[in-house]
Structures are given as C-alpha cells and as structure tokens.
C-alpha cells in the first residue's frame, strides 16, 4: 500500500467510448503525474499538476484529458482511444519543493487499459 | 536527446548475488533513482543516489559514478521474492524523471 490509490483496476473500452481514470493520494503531497507504461518500453510521463496547475504535457494526444481538482486527485478522462493506447496507467505522487528525496514519486497500482 | 539504457532481461539463482546496470546520457543530473516493480503492481523506491559511491540498505545496495554517468543496484542473498523488473531512473536538470525500460530479473531455485 503506497498511499495512493487508482480506480478501475482494469478497463475494457471500445473506439467510440467515453471513459475516466480516477487517481487519490493520500499522502498530502504537492505534484500528481500520469504515465503511461507499456511492455519493454520505458515510463511515459503523460501529465504533470504542481499544486492543481498543469505544468508538463508531454505531446500527448488530446483524446487523453487531465483534471485535478485539488491535489489530492486527478482524473484522466478518456475518448476515441485507439488500440495503440492499450496500456498500464499508473499515477504517481510526490511532494515538490524540498530536499532532494522530495523528488521520490510514490506510485499507484495502475489501470490496465485495453481498447478493442 | 536523453537516454538511460540496462539491460532487458537478466536470470539469477535463488542465495546468489546479482548486479543490475544502468548508464545515463541526461542534460542535468540531479539524482538517480532505483524502483521495483512485481508484475501487476505498482513501482516502489528502492534507493536514491546524488553523490557518487556506495548506498547500502539491507541486501540491496545502489552505486553512483557521475563522471561515467553509471549506477549499478546490487542485490545479495537474492530470494524469490526479489523476481521483479527494476526500473532506473535520472533526475535531470529540469526535476524530471527520465526511465529506463527495466530490467526484468528472474530467480530460479
């Protein structure tokens, strides 16, 4: 249990679905992050919020849309996803601004998304 | 461009010891990080160097050069529990955390 929570599990969704990824931590900490993991590939960072505000958005494709409406959650509302974006969904937390190990991010367990 | 490269795979035996690698090419460094990860769950931290030499905590060990811009995490008395992918990963100049891929290791009786 790290402190941070991810719902659903799993997700099965069609082309044409509309559906969200909820993330909570509740650890009090400052930064919330989106990544997208899939196989033999290295951690995509997708979204990051510092204090609610949306600091990085790395390319990502805009039938993925971020919300954090306070910092202890976020969303990642999904539509018209392709059979690429089938992946892990992790969100992360940490606390920004301090000494260096406040740059430890604290993982949840993940969404695996599938889409057919 | 930024790059942390180790190895894809590696396979060890259960009481043995096993060095995972990991080179970084970042603009900036400000800390290397080691996460575990079991299959279907979420990364949790290993170990954390900014200043080169050995880290040691328990049968986990984490090792930092930033002059040859490599780190190695070394884990003794290796148990089956320890079969997991271990993920590096570099704090460059911008605070953000540029991963490797993982390294999946497996532990054999």
């Known amino acids: 249990e790290t402190g941070v929570t991810q719902t659903p599990r799993h997700l099965v969704m069609g082309m044409t679905n509309k559906k969200s990824l909820k993330c909570e931590q509740h650890?009090?900490?400052?930064?919330m992050y989106w990544y997208k993991q899939s196989a033999k590939k290295p951690l995509e960072l997708m979204f990051v919020?510092?204090?609610?505000?949306?600091?990085e958005n790395n390319s990502v494709p805009s039938r993925f849309s971020p919300e954090c409406p306070n910092s202890s959650h976020l969303f990642l509302h999904l539509h018209t996803l392709q059979p690429e974006d089938s992946a892990l969904y992790l969100c992360?937390?940490?606390?920004?601004?301090?000494?260096?190990?406040?740059?430890?991010?604290?993982f949840g367990p993940g969404t695996r998304l599938t889409v057919t | 461009g930024q790059n942390i490269d180790q190895p894809t795979e590696m396979t060890a035996t259960e009481g043995a010891i096993v060095q995972i690698n990991c080179t970084y090419q970042?603009?900036?460094?400000?800390?290397l990080f080691w996460y575990q990860q079991h299959a279907g769950e979420a990364p949790t931290f290993l170990s954390y160097?900014?200043l080169d030499g050995l880290e040691e905590k328990g049968r986990f060990s984490s090792f930092l050069s930033r002059s040859k811009g490599y780190s190695y995490l070394l884990l003794k008395e290796l148990q089956m529990k320890d079969s997991a992918s271990y993920l590096c990963?570099?704090?460059?100049?911008?605070?953000?955390?540029?991963w490797g891929a993982g390294t999946k290791l497996i532990i054999k009786p």
């Open positions: 650890l009090g900490h400052n930064a």
């Open positions: 919020y510092n204090f609610k505000e949306q600091t």
């Open positions: 992360a937390s940490s606390q920004e601004g301090g000494e260096d190990r406040g740059h430890e991010q604290y």
């Open positions: 970042t603009s900036g460094f400000n800390g």
């Open positions: 990963a570099v704090l460059d100049s911008n605070y953000q955390l540029i």
């Open positions: 160097n900014v």
